[in-house]
């Protein structure tokens, strides 16, 4: 096992110009390299101060350097640039290295709440969250799938992880014929987009809400908005996932960008495509499931959170699709 380790330098010659450039926008490069690295860094002025397993604090200080002698020609770091010289040091590590402590009790923190997590399945998702970029929670209606992502995601916003939060649904709803609503593409599914708004006032209050949609910090839109966009530094939460299509699903997986978290939440048995169209959520389930770095969180019947009835709901759905129940 590594043993850890600290060590403390200062980057010379000083030049706070290049001190900004190298720490990034709220310090994002930083971050970056404490999440890849699972170091530590602290600073002030000039002044570095890197804490973790010994291996990783030698990488994690000559990526810090590395990336300060960058600034002498260039006045801004990409966020991919950092990505590959942390990747360069190969000891990158991979979101399913940070296990899961059955015992640990989770909470999450937002301005006007402070949430915690109902069960085990619950609090797995939340971890799973907190440590993997990319995330499914498959499962029925009820279990606190997206609540838990948009909780998840203002706390995120809050303790400046991420710049801006994306809320996304397909512009599919249990077979309404969109084209006959008034309105633009936005205003046509704005509707559909309710629960997450309900779920933002919620966890931030009603002005905050609006004046961070206002500033695009927090942006609502169709998945078709998506397409031809790269999200950086975003926290992104694709709703109803059940209704996308193959297509679909793969154009929302590769526009996620350095510095994001993505979760992908949808109910397999409440699919409303037309018939004989695949959902891009069942076919992602399939092919990602042994992909590195993906988090997968399946809930049942028994992690439903809402009225007692749900729970008894969703299971005689199960039971009738299953074929154990009556037929007609």
Request: aromatic letters at 6%; glycine letters at 8%.
């Amino acid at each position: 096992m590594n043993t850890q380790d600290s060590r403390q330098f200062d980057l010379h010659p000083v030049d706070q110009r290049r001190l900004t450039t190298l720490c990034g926008q709220f310090d994002e490069h930083l971050k970056m390299i404490e999440k890849r690295l699972q170091v530590k860094v602290g600073r002030r002025g000039h002044h570095f101060r890197v804490e973790g397993p010994t291996e990783n604090v030698a990488a994690a200080t000559e990526v810090i350097r590395h990336m300060y002698r960058e600034t002498e020609a260039v006045n801004d770091i990409p966020p991919d640039t950092v990505h590959l010289f942390i990747r360069e040091t190969g000891l990158e590590r991979l979101p399913e290295d940070v296990p899961y402590n059955e015992g640990q009790i989770t909470v999450i923190k937002t301005p006007k709440l402070t949430a915690k997590p109902r069960g085990q399945n619950q609090q797995k998702y939340v971890h799973s969250v907190r440590t993997h970029d990319i995330n499914f929670g498959i499962g029925p209606a009820g279990t606190g799938k997206t609540w838990l992502a948009v909780a998840c995601a203002v706390e995120a916003l809050k303790d400046e992880q991420v710049k801006r939060i994306l809320l996304v649904r397909p512009a599919v709803e249990a077979g309404e014929k969109l084209g006959f609503l008034p309105g633009d593409l936005a205003q046509k599914v704005d509707p559909y987009l309710r629960p997450l708004y309900d779920a933002l006032y919620e966890m931030l209050g009603f002005e905050q809400t609006t004046r961070l949609i206002e500033k695009s910090v927090i942006e609502i839109a169709p998945l078709a908005f998506m397409r031809g966009r790269t999200l950086n530094n975003s926290f992104i939460i694709l709703d109803e996932s059940q209704n996308t299509t193959r297509e679909q699903m793969k154009m929302f997986l590769t526009r996620i960008g350095f510095g994001s978290t993505a979760v992908i939440t949808g109910d397999t048995t409440q699919v409303d495509l037309p018939r004989g169209q695949d959902s891009g959520l069942i076919h992602a389930a399939s092919v990602l499931s042994n992909v590195r770095g993906i988090g997968f969180t399946r809930f049942e019947s028994k992690d439903v959170v809402r009225h007692p009835l749900v729970q008894r709901i969703v299971e005689a759905y199960d039971s009738f699709n299953d074929g154990s129940g009556p037929r007609t």
